[in-house]
């Protein structure tokens, strides 16, 4: 009775230990939080991978993962990271569900994420850990996955002290003296991250518990970011890692972009298999499709291999992989606009720089980005009408000048002097007094906004 007894305690508590389902925490900048375009592979809901949201309860992860980040960046920003295939893969070789808290915030270095700093982003994380362990006590933080250096490129020197003591303030906070810490390599593509670099591949001899994933052969989409291919690869690169760390996997690995038509161990499509027979083999399959969509625009003039007009062609192509494929291209051609303005103004108006009659051409941007033209054909004059004859007493002649007296002169900008016949003589700015020409001035013309006074005068020598 007494066998049976210890047998049926040591059961219990195994099955107690293997019902707790993993947790991790995924923190560092914008490789973490995820900055690669989510293509169409990136878009599923992962059916037992599940997110910590930002009321404190975990929902099923879809891209971005940044999402609930209380310390991210703007919204827009968020995009594909590591995390996505990190727990895709370990989904896989559980059979069981995971957990992420992902808390990561681009461009920033690694003394705003220590603790004690005023930006408060270690306490924020810290206390969103601490919770969803409480409130889940079902499960475990297995790891803290961090990537992370980039802005630290120009003052490597502190950077494995500050590290260590990130590392000892989470496993101190969290009562996990050996909770093992992740790290990623930055991208060998940038000159820059050398020193950094190099930094990062001391740690794990210099920091316990302290994990390098490689970044050998990832590509890049700018100077700072992994491509979407990269992150992809990269988070797998994660969980293996992790997968060695915990269990001492040996396995097999193969990573790979085929054709259509291809085959790897039974395996043709897009995907990431576990297979678990005499060796255990991760098998990683991007498929290349054998027809591929887009959309071109041109404007008109132009070509686009070859072709003028908008229609829906297929080419056929041998892609760098040495597929057989076939581009379908709707191409649209945008017509070149021009854009005609005939306008009649007033003499001593100006229009877009322009103040005297003619045909004029600007170039403009149309909305399908097309250059375009403007053609302005401009006709500057006057129209005398009404003829309004004004008491002399409103003005008075002197010494070829004429002065004007209660009219309110503020009302008008323009004047144009003529002879009888209409003829303009001067034209200038309205002041309080006008310089005559003695005997040829036989008309003055005043324009303000919407109106026009008119003043038929003889002028004596």
């Not at 995820?34 to 930002?54: H, P, Q, S, W, Y």
């Not at 996997?249 to 291809?262: A, N, R, S, V, W």
């Amino acid at each position: 009775m007494l066998r049976f007894l210890i047998c049926t305690i040591a059961v219990t508590l195994s099955i107690s230990l293997f019902s707790q389902k993993k947790m991790f925490l995924l923190i560092g900048q914008s490789n973490m939080a995820g900055r690669a375009d989510i293509e169409e592979l990136d878009t599923a809901t992962l059916d037992k991978v599940f997110v910590l949201n930002n009321e404190g309860d975990f929902t099923q992860a879809k891209n971005p993962l940044n999402e609930f980040s209380t310390i991210r960046k703007g919204i827009g920003e968020q995009a594909l990271g590591l995390g996505y295939t990190f727990a895709r893969t370990l989904e896989g070789y559980y059979q069981d569900s995971i957990y992420l808290i992902v808390n990561a915030r681009g461009g920033t270095e690694i003394s705003n994420f220590s603790k004690g700093n005023a930006t408060g982003y270690y306490q924020s994380t810290l206390d969103r850990v601490q919770n969803a362990l409480i409130k889940y006590p079902n499960i475990k933080l297995e790891a803290i996955l961090w990537h992370q250096g980039e802005s630290d490129r120009d003052n490597p020197e502190t950077y494995i002290s500050k590290l260590k003591q990130l590392t000892a303030d989470y496993r101190n906070d969290l009562s996990y003296a050996q909770l093992p810490f992740i790290i990623g390599d930055l991208g060998t593509w940038n000159a820059d991250y050398g020193a950094i670099r190099a930094k990062l591949h001391q740690v794990p001899d210099s920091i316990e518990q302290t994990y390098l994933v490689s970044s050998d052969n990832l590509v890049n989409f700018d100077s700072h970011h992994f491509n979407s291919l990269g992150q992809r690869r990269l988070g797998r690169r994660y969980a293996l890692k992790y997968l060695e760390i915990e269990h001492e996997l040996d396995y097999k690995y193969i990573d790979t972009i085929m054709c259509t038509g291809g085959n790897i161990l039974g395996k043709s499509e897009t995907g990431d298999f576990w297979l678990f027979e005499s060796d255990t083999t991760f098998i990683a399959i991007e498929v290349k499709p054998d027809s591929i969509f887009s959309e071109v625009s041109i404007c008109e003039g132009e070509g686009y291999f070859g072709l003028r007009k908008s229609g829906l062609f297929n080419f056929n192509n041998i892609s760098s992989l040495g597929c057989d494929s076939i581009s379908i291209v709707n191409l649209k051609v945008n017509p070149v606009d021009t854009l005609v303005i005939d306008s009649v103004l007033l003499d001593l108006d100006e229009f877009k720089g322009y103040s005297e009659s003619g045909s004029y051409y600007r170039k403009f941007i149309s909305s399908s980005g097309c250059d375009s033209l403007i053609n302005y054909n401009l006709t500057f004059t006057f129209t005398v009408a009404p003829l309004s004859i004004f008491d002399a007493s409103l003005f008075q002649i002197e010494h070829g000048e004429i002065r004007f007296k209660d009219l309110a002169v503020s009302t008008y900008d323009k004047v144009i002097l003529c002879d009888l016949s209409g003829k303009e003589i001067k034209k200038q700015r309205v002041t309080e007094k006008l310089t005559l020409l003695p005997g040829q001035v036989n008309i003055i013309i005043l324009h303000g906004q919407d109106q026009w006074l008119v003043i038929k005068l003889v002028v004596n020598n």
